[in-house]
């Protein structure tokens, strides 16, 4: 079971990958980083980040019907989209409260984003924190 660097470097192995972390989305800080970030700054990144992952998960609206507000974490994950990259954020469920997630930034023009989704998945069912 890899832990948060191990999961960041296989992160960084997908198609058109350019960064990638592990971000706490109740405080906005990145727990583990690597790659090339937005901006070139990777707190603020994580930072803003957070702020679209907390607004979503908050919203009753983004929550599955079949009793969605127990649901942990309620949304699986979040795809933003710009004229040259893709941001995927994928809601880790943890034995705590849930409140990370994995933030991806993909190149548009070699990444993958239907690859990028299945292989977040399973690495947040595999990471290991604490």
């Given at each position: 079971?890899?832990?948060?660097?191990?999961?960041?470097?296989?992160?960084?192995?997908?198609?058109?990958?350019?960064?990638?972390?592990?971000?706490?989305?109740?405080?906005?800080?990145?727990?583990?980083?690597?790659?090339?970030?937005?901006?070139?700054?990777?707190?603020?990144?994580?930072?803003?980040?957070?702020?679209?992952?907390?607004?979503?998960?908050?919203?009753?609206?983004?929550?599955?019907?079949?009793?969605?507000?127990?649901?942990?974490?309620?949304?699986?994950?979040?795809?933003?989209?710009?004229?040259?990259?893709?941001?995927?954020?994928?809601?880790?469920?943890?034995?705590?409260?849930?409140?990370?997630?994995?933030h991806?930034?993909?190149?548009?023009?070699?990444?993958?984003?239907?690859?990028?989704?299945i292989?977040?998945?399973?690495?947040?069912?595999?990471?290991?924190?604490?």
């Amino acid at each position: 079971m890899p832990g948060i660097d191990e999961c960041l470097l296989e992160a960084m192995r997908l198609p058109g990958a350019r960064g990638a972390a592990l971000v706490d989305w109740a405080s906005g800080l990145a727990l583990g980083a690597v790659g090339e970030f937005p901006g070139g700054d990777q707190e603020a990144a994580a930072a803003e980040a957070a702020e679209v992952a907390r607004l979503t998960a908050e919203q009753r609206a983004f929550t599955p019907e079949d009793g969605g507000e127990d649901a942990d974490p309620p949304v699986e994950d979040l795809i933003i989209s710009n004229r040259d990259s893709y941001h995927v954020l994928r809601f880790v469920p943890t034995s705590f409260d849930s409140s990370v997630f994995l933030h991806v930034w993909l190149a548009r023009s070699d990444g993958n984003l239907a690859l990028a989704r299945i292989r977040l998945g399973e690495m947040a069912g595999r990471l290991v924190l604490g």
